[in-house]
């Protein structure tokens, strides 16, 4: 195989890898993660109020990376005339949901191979927690807003890069890899969707908490099932490092930036 063929495959075969980590770790945790996401679960009610009086045109409306519906279930709540889509590649999460809420709409499906047809001239696209799962965050949010129909709404919240202080700045006083999730800058996302709609709303909610360690951090992603890490686990004695450098419990620390956005793709002319 060419040198330019061998590099391509081996990039393909690591984010096959990471996107099958993915799925089994939401998958393990999936019957307990409505119970830990407390944060999405009050991301997506914030999200699903702005969402309450817009003017929809006539198309589908999907949630994507639904896992469990709560941004879905959130947005139904606050306009009970719209059905969303549930777009998910976590079989597990998606039970979830059909086991409370029989009926609604699902599909299985890979995001990172853009948006399934039935999304296609979407009157809403709304979608919490998940664009930074995908291997191309940006690209896929340009595809997104491609894909809205003109007068069609992006509804988004996703964590930015400004997240993780605490975790970031022991893995630095440590001198040990960050192995959190790397998150999308929010001025870049920013601008890739002011190239194609226009912004009605672009907040980024900063939540602190004061600082309760290492460990209960730590626990708290992997009880919803976020751990999976593009890079190698840190060996134990790293870990125990990163633990040791973990800055002093009780200070408050910025542990998420949340960027939500909302943007109308312009009326055809
Ligand atoms: C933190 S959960 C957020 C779930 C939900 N939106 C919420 O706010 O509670 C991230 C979701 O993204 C989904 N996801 C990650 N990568 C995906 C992909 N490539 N295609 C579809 N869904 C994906 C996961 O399965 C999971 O349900």
Known sequence: MARADATTASAASAADAFSRQVRRCFGRQASHYERAARLQAAVAWRLARHTRNLPLPPGPCGDLGAGSGLLARAIERQRPDTRLLRVDNCPELLAQEAQDCLGAPQLLWDLDQGLPRQLRGAALLASGFALQWLEQPEQQLAHWCGQLRPGGWLALAVPTAASFAPWRLAAERAEVPFTGLPLPEASRLEA??????????????????????????????????????????????????????????????????????????????
Do not use: D, M, T
């Not at 309760?212 to 626990?219: M, S, T």
């Not at 060996?235 to 930036?257: D, F, K, S, Y």
């Open 192 to 269: 890739i969707a002011s190239r194609q709609l226009e912004l009605r709303h672009c907040q980024r909610l900063r939540f602190s908490r004061s600082n309760e360690g290492a460990w209960p951090f730590l626990r708290q992603i992997k009880a919803i099932g976020a751990q999976a890490s593009r890079g190698p686990r840190l060996a134990p004695g790293e870990l125990r490092r990163l633990v040791a450098h973990w800055p002093r419990a009780g200070r408050r620390q910025l542990e998420w930036e949340v960027l939500l956005l909302l943007g109308q793709k312009p009326w055809a002319r």
